[in-house]
């Protein structure tokens, strides 16, 4: 039993000694590419180990960019069905457009706008009119622009929605720097208002020296008195 299964050998281990031999194949042919990239040839102090070992390391760099992606290196574009654009600039235009809808320029040139077509198509031969009464085209073409206009607005105010929360926040942190100053500073006038209570001021010690001048005159004008009040 023992004979019949070493001569026959287990298809598993026989297809892992073969993948074994396949990668030690893989790895001699990635040393000797490494070894004439890197100007090894003919070097005989580069030993056979450390040739591997960098093969092995190439080797597994390979599979790894293969496997994954180079996170140092920009994703190549996608091909997207929808139309790629800048959020940004066409945040910028939409608040240009929604500036300038709120300015009575605006309005002045809507009003002529439409005093013009009214007239045109009320007054212009028929073969020139274009809008007939009740002006269904004037109507559509004004549907139009209010149905631009609305989201291009609500846009522009998002936009300085967020600009107001940043800077509403910036204000927020810039007081609350300010109050912390403003109580650090108060502990140090306290602190230096207690310390000045403890130090002679000016006006004590000219006190004090004036008692000391009255009190030499009193001795001066009265010198027995204090003589015997001394025996």
Same mark, same amino acid.
């Given at each position: 039993?023992?004979?019949?299964?070493?001569?026959?050998?287990?298809?598993?281990?026989?297809?892992?000694?073969?993948?074994?031999?396949?990668?030690?194949?893989?790895?001699?042919?990635?040393?000797?590419?490494?070894?004439?990239?890197?100007?090894?040839?003919?070097?005989?102090?580069?030993?056979?180990?450390?040739?591997?070992?960098?093969?092995?390391?190439?080797?597994?760099?390979?599979?790894?960019? +293969?496997? *994954? $992606?180079? /996170?140092? @290196?920009? #994703?190549?574009?996608?091909? &997207?069905?929808?139309?790629?654009?800048?959020?940004?600039?066409?945040?910028?235009?939409?608040?240009?457009?929604?500036?300038?809808?709120?300015?009575?320029?605006?309005?002045?040139?809507?009003?002529?706008?439409?005093?013009?077509?009214?007239?045109?198509?009320?007054?212009?031969?028929?073969?020139?009119?274009?809008?007939?009464?009740?002006?269904?085209?004037?109507?559509?073409?004004?549907?139009?622009?209010?149905?631009?206009?609305?989201?291009?607005?609500?846009?522009?105010?998002?936009?300085?929605?967020? +600009?107001? *929360? $940043?800077? /509403?926040? @910036?204000? #927020?942190?810039?007081?609350? &720097?300010?109050?912390?100053?403003?109580?650090?500073?108060?502990?140090?006038?306290?602190?230096?208002?207690?310390?000045?209570?403890?130090?002679?001021?000016?006006?004590?010690?000219?006190?004090?020296?004036?008692?000391?001048?009255?009190?030499?005159?009193?001795?001066?004008?009265?010198?027995?008195?204090?003589?015997?009040?001394?025996?």
């Amino acid at each position: 039993m023992s004979g019949e299964r070493r001569g026959g050998g287990d298809p598993g281990r026989d297809r892992r000694r073969e993948q074994i031999r396949v990668r030690r194949e893989l790895a001699r042919e990635h040393a000797r590419e490494f070894a004439r990239e890197q100007g090894l040839t003919g070097r005989e102090e580069e030993s056979a180990e450390r040739l591997r070992s960098k093969a092995a390391a190439a080797t597994g760099a390979t599979a790894l960019t +293969r496997s *994954r $992606v180079r /996170l140092d @290196q920009p #994703r190549s574009d996608r091909r &997207r069905l929808l139309p790629v654009y800048d959020p940004e600039a066409f945040g910028r235009l939409s608040e240009r457009v929604a500036r300038f809808l709120g300015t009575g320029r605006f309005i002045v040139w809507m009003t002529l706008v439409i005093i013009v077509w009214v007239l045109w198509n009320i007054f212009a031969p028929d073969h020139l009119r274009f809008d007939e009464y009740p002006f269904i085209f004037l109507t559509l073409v004004l549907s139009l622009q209010a149905s631009y206009a609305a989201p291009l607005i609500l846009l522009a105010q998002n936009r300085q929605d967020d +600009r107001d *929360r $940043v800077n /509403l926040e @910036q204000d #927020r942190k810039q007081n609350e &720097r300010s109050i912390a100053d403003t109580e650090y500073l108060t502990r140090e006038i306290a602190a230096l208002r207690m310390g000045l209570g403890e130090v002679a001021t000016r006006d004590w010690i000219r006190s004090e020296f004036q008692d000391l001048i009255k009190e030499m005159d009193e001795r001066r004008l009265f010198p027995a008195e204090s003589d015997e009040g001394d025996r």
